[in-house]
Structures are given as structure tokens and as C-alpha cells.
């Protein structure tokens, strides 16, 4: 059984916002060992980009509806700022700002179209909050951080052939 949002769709959900805004250049998803390659290599990361750096789930709901909440992190960065030029960090900060409040729209005006099944509906816009980023292992790396809840039907249903014992199972 297919489940109805997972890891890879909201990973490849970012990474399409990040190809289709027009200022951002770049995107990295959750693996740090991906993050750490890129800024070593020569070619580094192209500036701003953005990071999908946390997703997390959590189950809800009663007996009769079991919803999978998720909570879904990316930030908006800007590489290269000098250590003292602090109105740069500033600039980047208040770009990175606009940028990842631009992203929330296109998340929120897309979560009233039904093409996107997962994202339908279920946008929590009250959950939205975000604060100033200088990435630590990332030396002239500033930005904003955004974070949000997703809340997705999850219907708790085992696939028996999935089971060395699934015929114990219903199948309807």
C-alpha cells in the first residue's frame, strides 16, 4: 500500500520550489553528509540555496481516524558573507526572510488545490515559525529557518502481503 505522503514526495516537493523560484540557485535535502560534500567540493553550493533540513512525523487522532502529523524544517541561506561585514549578514538575513516567506505562500495557495493530494488541505498555517540562521559548521552561511505542520490522513492498515502471516489479516 502506497502511503499517502512520505519522505521522497516532499523531498522531491522542495526541491521543485527550489527550481522554479527565480532567486534561489540551489537546493540540498536532509543529509548533512550531502551538505558537507557539496561545500567541499569545488564547485560548492550556489548562493542563495535552499535546505530541506528536518522532516519528522508524529501519529494522532481516535479510534476511528489516525492522522500523521508532520513537521517539515527548511531554510533559506545565503554562502560566502565575510565574518565582519554585518551589513551583508544583515541583507542575506532579510533576502532569506523574503524568500522563505514567498516559499510558505506557494506552499499555502497550493495546499487549496487538490493536484497535490498530500498537500490538499492540510497545510497548518498557524504552526509557521521561523528565526534567524548562521549555520555553525558553515563558516559565512546566514539566513532564515522556517518550520511548519503538515496533518495527513494515515489510515493504519496492514498490506498482508507484506506478512509471512498476513493471511490473518483482512483484506477489504
Known amino acids: 500500500m502506497d502511503r499517502i505522503l512520505s519522505y521522497t514526495k516532499?523531498?522531491?516537493y522542495f526541491k521543485s520550489l527550489a527550481n522554479k523560484h527565480?532567486?534561489?540557485?540551489d537546493y540540498i535535502g536532509t543529509s548533512t553528509t550531502e551538505l558537507?560534500?557539496?561545500?567541499?567540493?569545488?564547485?560548492?553550493?550556489?548562493?542563495?540555496f535552499l535546505c530541506?533540513?528536518?522532516?519528522?512525523?508524529?501519529?494522532?487522532?481516535?479510534?476511528?481516524?489516525?492522522?500523521?502529523?508532520?513537521?517539515?524544517?527548511?531554510?533559506?541561506?545565503?554562502?560566502?558573507?565575510?565574518?565582519?561585514?554585518?551589513?551583508a549578514q544583515k541583507a542575506a538575513i532579510n533576502a532569506a526572510e523574503v524568500i522563505g516567506l514567498?516559499?510558505?505562500?506557494?506552499?499555502?495557495?497550493e495546499s487549496k488545490n487538490p493536484a497535490i493530494g498530500w498537500?490538499?488541505?492540510?497545510?497548518?498555517?498557524?504552526?509557521?515559525?521561523?528565526?534567524?540562521?548562521?549555520?555553525d559548521k558553515?563558516?559565512?552561511f546566514f539566513g532564515m529557518e522556517f518550520h511548519f505542520d503538515?496533518?495527513?490522513?494515515?489510515?493504519?492498515?496492514?498490506?498482508?502481503?507484506k506478512w509471512s502471516d498476513g493471511d490473518q489479516f483482512c483484506t477489504v
Open 52 to 87: 530541506l533540513f528536518n522532516y519528522q512525523g508524529k501519529l494522532s487522532g481516535n479510534m476511528q481516524r489516525t492522522f500523521n502529523d508532520r513537521t517539515l524544517s527548511f531554510s533559506i541561506c545565503f554562502t560566502g558573507i565575510e565574518a565582519e561585514d554585518f551589513p
Open 150 to 161: 503538515l496533518k495527513n490522513s494515515e489510515p493504519l492498515v496492514v498490506t498482508p502481503d
Open 102 to 109: 514567498e516559499i510558505l505562500s506557494r506552499i499555502n495557495v
Open 119 to 135: 498537500l490538499y488541505d492540510n497545510f497548518q498555517k498557524d504552526t509557521v515559525h521561523y528565526s534567524e540562521i548562521e549555520l
Open 138 to 140: 558553515a563558516e559565512g
Open 36 to 48: 558537507d560534500s557539496r561545500m567541499s567540493s569545488v564547485d560548492g553550493i550556489a548562493s542563495p
Open 10 to 12: 516532499v523531498d522531491d
Open 22 to 25: 527565480l532567486d534561489i540557485n
